[in-house]
């Protein structure tokens, strides 16, 4: 795994902001339900031919957003751009960026211990950019058991999960409120791209 600190610029944090607010106006946010009927802790969305959903049936991509029945809003140029640029700096030069599934979190939100394992394709690199609030990240290793260590994800902080580390258990623990400003009413942006097939 790669974490790249401070990585993007304040203005490219921002651009990135206001493409994820475009983006949600098209496809709104939503609360997953888990297979088991919980809610989940934090708002997603999705742009992308593909975006992750979770209902009563499951976790798995669709090319349809859940509410509004319509295609997913098209994936930014510059979030694939960017997506494919730290795909190269992982040695994946064929990366193609399918989805991008946006999470918010308030400051209450969390994201239980997971591994990214509903795409097709589990080889190709997951790319995550943080926005807003500093969270406490936690990573282990391919089995849930397995010890984990906390990393704080800031503002502007990319985080890489590939090769072996591309199935490691990982989850957010909490969010600091009020440690960014850039998001006017505080809270975290967490985009992780993906290539699904
Ligand atoms: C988050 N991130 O940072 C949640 N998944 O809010 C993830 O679940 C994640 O950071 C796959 C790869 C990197 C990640
Ligand atoms: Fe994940």
Known sequence: MIHAKGILSRDLQLEILELTRNIALRSPTFIPTT????KL??????????????????????EIHPQTKEKWT???????????????????????????????????????LHQ??????LKPAIISISLGDDATFLVGGNKRNDVVQEILLRSGDVFILYGESRLYFHGIKKIAPNTSDLLKNGGRLNLTIRQVK
């Open 41 to 62: 802790n934090c708002e997603m969305t999705s742009c992308g031919k593909y975006g992750w959903v979770s209902d009563r049936f499951g976790y798995r991509y669709t």
């Open 116 to 121: 990214d394992n509903s795409e097709f394709n």
């Open 74 to 112: 098209e994936m930014p140029e510059l979030i694939s751009s960017l997506a494919k640029t730290f795909a190269s700096m992982v040695d994946e030069y064929d990366y193609v960026p399918e989805t991008c599934l946006i999470n918010y979190y308030k400051k209450t939100g969390k994201l239980g």
């Open 35 to 38: 297979p088991n009927g919980n």
